[in-house]
């Protein structure tokens, strides 16, 4: 079993900064593709960004130049920096992780979300 916590999320005026950190536990042999996806009220979650295990991110263009995105492949730990917040920025941040189990399953996990809210 893999569990996927995320934490950092909170409440920031426009403008500010807030560092959204996952930490992966569990059955994990390897842990594959990391990604983080928002939800904002009344629409679909969509990608914000992603990283492979050797570090290659894709970053929406929304939050280009402003989010940056990383990971401790140690630590099994998947961080977004998220820099000159705006209001459309808000929505429920979820964390995802392509992991292969320690019995060699594939499993697309994913966090429980943490709430980012922007007020203007």
């Known amino acids: 079993q893999v569990q996927l916590v995320e934490s950092g999320g909170g409440l920031v005026q426009a403008g500010g900064s807030l560092r959204l950190s996952c930490a992966a536990s569990g059955s994990i042999f390897r842990i594959n593709v990391m990604a983080w996806y928002r939800q904002a009220p009344g629409k679909q979650r969509s990608l914000v960004a992603s990283i492979s295990s050797l570090g290659n991110t894709n970053i929406a263009d929304s939050v280009k130049g402003r989010f940056t995105i990383s990971r401790d492949n140690g630590k099994n730990t998947l961080f977004l920096q998220m820099n000159m917040l705006k209001p459309e920025d808000t929505g429920v941040y979820y964390c995802?992780?392509?992991?292969?189990?320690?019995?060699?399953?594939?499993?697309?996990?994913w966090g429980q979300g943490t709430q980012v809210t922007v007020s203007s």
């Open positions: 995802n992780a392509l992991v292969l189990t320690t019995d060699l399953r594939t499993v697309n996990q």
